[in-house]
């Protein structure tokens, strides 16, 4: 198994940034890609930004490209999503998630583990 724990969450006003961070740990060798996905109240869970763990191959969703990065740090097991410019349509409780295979990087149901979330919230 592997265990995912984010970090970094809060409320912050529109333009600004937060850092996210999942930290990994168990068999996280097994690790093929991490991926962040976010869920606002009443909408679906959706993905955000994914990366691949050993090549660091990235992949965003189009309202994020220019604005969100995502980073490894191999060995602290850490993935980190740096979010700039942020907008109160960012406003979501945020995932990290690893897939185990290479899948489908932007559907939820390919990736295995899950962390319990962090909660991001920007004001207008």
């Known amino acids: 198994q592997v265990q995912l724990?984010?970090?970094?969450?809060g409320l912050v006003q529109a333009g600004g940034s937060l850092r996210l961070s999942c930290a990994a740990s168990?068999?996280?060798f097994t690790t093929y890609r991490l991926g962040w996905f976010r869920q606002a109240p009443g909408k679906e869970r959706e993905f955000v930004a994914a990366i691949t763990w050993s090549s660091a191959s990235t992949y965003y969703t189009d309202s994020v490209k220019g604005r969100f990065?995502?980073?490894?740090?191999?060995?602290?097991?850490?993935v980190y999503l740096q979010m700039d410019s942020l907008r109160p349509e960012d406003t979501a409780v945020y995932f990290c998630a690893t897939q185990l295979y290479s899948g489908t990087y932007y559907q939820d149901y390919t990736y295995r583990y899950w962390g319990q979330g962090t909660q991001v919230t920007v004001l207008p």
């Open 5 to 9: 724990v984010e970090s970094g969450g």
């Open 26 to 28: 168990g068999r996280t």
């Open 69 to 78: 990065t995502i980073s490894r740090d191999n060995a602290k097991s850490t």
